[in-house]
């Protein structure tokens, strides 16, 4: 462009942008920088047609744009800098979604001399056979801002569903080569193009792509740049020939989490050896709902860690308890002591994963190996006296123990009600009258509704009794009965609800107990809510006092 040949519509980032004194208020003139990542160039005139842009903001600093329709005053500046006058722009990524300058541009005229036309064109990989394309194909690991025109050969791994945010919707993936990998992010145009078009595990030839310098609070791949699609990216499916390796995950053991730092990114896998309830709370900061929810993960290390996935990652979540997961690009999460691992939105979640180190942990846990577990979160097992006198729940956040204890009693009245029949909300709804049900959380009117369990049990052990809750699946497991089965037989057969609800009197578990103190009509009250039960196993037990004892033993000598 800048010794005057025509390029087809450059895709180009605005550096800065100027208003000039025209002298006459009525016709504003904007002067912008515009940069290729490599040189940028500051004579650069708007149309007075594109002032509406600037005026809505669209054309701000870090925005990314394709000129549809430009002119270039060779004589520009005294003949010493050429002028581009630009008559249609395309914004293509707004400065949200950019966020940074790419690359570390230079002026242009101090880089003159030193100059050659470029000499290679505009990729069309669309029509060219995969044996040309190959010839032109570089390396994951040589891809920067400086290299504008390029082809890779990557395998897609961990492509992620379609995010909707204000103003835009995205999606991710990771690709990577023999050489390394790289984060995409699509965003818009691009995101509707290419999502459906593009799956796991599948090899692709990629050619012309933004290639910034990476977000590390969202990219957790060991790359110090991201690739943006743009405009001009193009994306052709190639056949497989093995040359492209299969991802590799590098998995640490879940025992080497406990020394990790914050905010650190882990790549593991683990059986699942408890599915937490779907937890819907409101922000106190934002006022925004969010969802979350809690997994148990252990494996060979004999460690066992929290795995919290969020938003629809914890709605949708298919797993089930003995499933082997696998998360690549979960941080570590630290709070106090406990420290935990969090999916987010570069993360990838496999379930039951084909490969050699899940089928080890299945033999592993099938034979009895997480007998013996230490968690990187210790749930301390306690006294139903003890958690009283801890005052357990005062905090912010909720506090976890374990108890061993009896089912003493399990109290039929107002054991289920009637919740929002939406998959993702668990809220009560109100009877409006006229067979409508309103839920306030998603502020709708339905006729239909479900029925959720909320089964309140009295517990004791040799120190103390107290009433718990059960919720959802957890009530379920306790009575061993359907949440249908359950309602059905509360209001049609009070013999058989009878039956179902005494059946388990005076069986033991293993309890662990999340306990909040809310304050409820001018009253504190302690509420205690059961997130997992397990049957108690003697065996299991005095393993876990022998290992009590051994540890005081070593405590003792030291």
Same mark, same amino acid.
């Given at each position: 462009?800048?010794?005057?040949?025509?390029?087809?519509?450059?895709?180009?980032?605005?550096?800065?942008?100027?208003?000039?004194?025209?002298?006459?208020?009525?016709?504003?003139?904007?002067?912008?920088?515009?940069?290729?990542?490599?040189?940028?160039?500051?004579?650069?005139?708007?149309?007075?047609?594109?002032?509406?842009?600037?005026?809505?903001?669209?054309?701000?600093?870090?925005?990314?744009?394709?000129?549809?329709?430009?002119?270039?005053?060779?004589?520009?500046?005294?003949?010493?800098?050429?002028?581009?006058?630009?008559?249609?722009?395309?914004?293509?990524?707004?400065?949200?979604?950019?966020?940074?300058?790419?690359?570390?541009?230079?002026?242009?005229?101090? @880089?003159?001399?030193?100059?050659?036309?470029?000499?290679?064109?505009?990729?069309?990989?669309?029509?060219?056979?995969?044996?040309?394309?190959?010839?032109?194909?570089?390396?994951?690991?040589?891809?920067?801002?400086?290299?504008?025109?390029?082809?890779?050969?990557?395998?897609?791994?961990?492509?992620?569903?379609?995010?909707?945010?204000?103003?835009?919707?995205?999606?991710?993936?990771?690709?990577?080569?023999?050489?390394?990998?790289?984060?995409?992010? %699509?965003?818009?145009?691009?995101?509707?193009?290419?999502?459906?078009?593009?799956?796991?595990?599948?090899?692709?030839?990629?050619?012309?792509?933004?290639?910034?310098?990476?977000?590390?609070?969202?990219?957790?791949?060991?790359?110090?740049?991201?690739?943006?699609?743009?405009?001009?990216?193009?994306?052709?499916?190639?056949?497989?020939?093995?040359?492209?390796?299969?991802?590799?995950?590098?998995?640490?053991?879940?025992?080497?989490?406990?020394?990790?730092?914050?905010?650190?990114?882990?790549?593991?896998?683990?059986?699942?050896?408890?599915?937490?309830?779907?937890?819907?709370?409101?922000?106190?900061?934002?006022?925004?709902?969010?969802?979350?929810?809690?997994?148990?993960?252990?494996?060979?290390?004999?460690? %066992?860690?929290?795995?919290?996935?969020?938003?629809?990652?914890?709605?949708?979540?298919?797993?089930?308890?003995?499933?082997?997961?696998?998360?690549?690009?979960?941080?570590?999460?630290?709070?106090?002591?406990?420290?935990?691992?969090?999916?987010?939105?570069?993360?990838?979640?496999?379930?039951?994963? +084909?490969?050699?180190?899940?089928?080890?942990?299945?033999?592993?846990?099938?034979?009895?190996?997480?007998?013996?577990?230490?968690?990187?979160?210790?749930?301390?097992?306690?006294?139903?006296? +003890? @958690? /009283?006198?801890?005052?357990?729940?005062?905090?912010?956040?909720?506090? /976890?123990?374990?108890?061993?204890?009896?089912?003493?009693?399990?109290?039929?009245?107002? %054991?289920?009600?009637?919740?929002?029949?939406?998959?993702?909300?668990?809220?009560?709804?109100?009877?409006?009258?006229?067979?409508?049900?309103?839920?306030?959380?998603?502020?709708?009117?339905?006729?239909?509704?479900?029925?959720?369990?909320?089964?309140?049990?009295?517990?004791?052990?040799?120190?103390?009794?107290?009433?718990?809750?059960?919720?959802?699946?957890?009530?379920?497991?306790?009575?061993?009965?359907?949440?249908?089965?359950?309602?059905?037989?509360?209001?049609?057969?009070?013999?058989? %609800?009878?039956?179902?609800?005494?059946?388990?009197?005076?069986?033991?578990?293993?309890?662990?107990?999340?306990?909040?103190?809310?304050?409820?009509?001018?009253?504190?009250?302690?509420?205690?809510?059961?997130?997992?039960?397990?049957?108690?196993?003697?065996?299991? /037990?005095?393993?876990?006092?022998?290992?009590?004892?051994?540890?005081?033993?070593?405590? @003792?000598?030291?």
């Amino acid at each position: 462009m800048m010794q005057g040949d025509k390029v087809l519509n450059p895709v180009l980032q605005i550096l800065n942008v100027q208003k000039l004194n025209t002298g006459n208020p009525d016709e504003d003139r904007y002067r912008i920088t515009l940069s290729d990542g490599e040189y940028y160039h500051t004579c650069v005139l708007l149309a007075t047609e594109l002032n509406k842009m600037q005026h809505r903001g669209l054309l701000s600093e870090n925005t990314i744009v394709r000129l549809n329709k430009y002119s270039i005053d060779m004589a520009g500046r005294g003949g010493v800098r050429p002028e581009i006058i630009v008559d249609e722009i395309t914004v293509l990524n707004s400065e949200y979604e950019v966020k940074t300058k790419i690359g570390e541009p230079v002026t242009y005229e101090n @880089a003159a001399k030193q100059i050659t036309a470029p000499e290679v064109s505009a990729l069309a990989i669309s029509n060219q056979s995969c044996n040309q394309i190959n010839e032109e194909v570089i390396p994951i690991a040589h891809l920067s801002p400086y290299k504008h025109k390029w082809i890779i050969k990557a395998r897609v791994s961990g492509k992620t569903r379609i995010f909707s945010y204000k103003g835009g919707r995205l999606f991710n993936m990771n690709l990577f080569d023999k050489s390394g990998e790289i984060r995409v992010t %699509a965003f818009k145009d691009q995101c509707d193009k290419f999502h459906s078009l593009i799956d796991d595990g599948n090899v692709y030839f990629i050619a012309n792509g933004w290639i910034k310098p990476a977000n590390t609070q969202y990219s957790q791949l060991k790359n110090e740049f991201e690739m943006i699609f743009i405009g001009e990216t193009m994306v052709q499916l190639c056949d497989d020939n093995g040359d492209i390796p299969e991802v590799k995950f590098d998995l640490i053991p879940l025992s080497h989490v406990s020394n990790m730092g914050n905010k650190e990114a882990v790549n593991t896998i683990g059986i699942c050896t408890e599915v937490g309830k779907l937890d819907i709370r409101i922000s106190t900061k934002t006022n925004k709902e969010f969802k979350k929810r809690e997994l148990t993960l252990v494996d060979m290390s004999n460690a %066992a860690v929290t795995l919290t996935l969020w938003g629809d990652e914890a709605v949708n979540f298919d797993g089930h308890v003995q499933s082997v997961i696998l998360v690549k690009g979960s941080r570590v999460n630290e709070y106090g002591d406990w420290k935990s691992l969090n999916v987010g939105w570069g993360s990838t979640l496999k379930i039951n994963p +084909d490969i050699p180190e899940a089928h080890k942990l299945r033999v592993w846990f099938d034979n009895g190996g997480a007998d013996n577990i230490v968690s990187a979160r210790r749930v301390e097992l306690m006294t139903l006296k +003890d @958690a /009283y006198f801890r005052n357990l729940g005062s905090g912010d956040r909720p506090d /976890y123990f374990q108890c061993i204890a009896i089912v003493q009693n399990v109290i039929q009245t107002n %054991a289920f009600y009637k919740a929002c029949p939406q998959m993702n909300c668990n809220k009560k709804v109100v009877d409006v009258g006229d067979g409508l049900y309103r839920c306030e959380s998603c502020d709708a009117v339905s006729p239909n509704f479900k029925y959720i369990l909320r089964v309140k049990i009295k517990i004791s052990d040799y120190t103390s009794d107290r009433e718990v809750i059960c919720f959802g699946k957890i009530g379920e497991q306790l009575l061993r009965h359907t949440t249908q089965e359950v309602v059905e037989a509360l209001e049609n057969d009070p013999a058989r %609800a009878l039956q179902i609800f005494t059946d388990i009197n005076y069986t033991l578990y293993i309890f662990k107990l999340s306990c909040k103190n809310k304050l409820y009509n001018g009253k504190m009250i302690s509420t205690l809510t059961v997130q997992s039960m397990t049957p108690f196993n003697c065996k299991k /037990y005095n393993k876990h006092l022998i290992n009590e004892i051994n540890q005081m033993r070593v405590t @003792a000598a030291s």
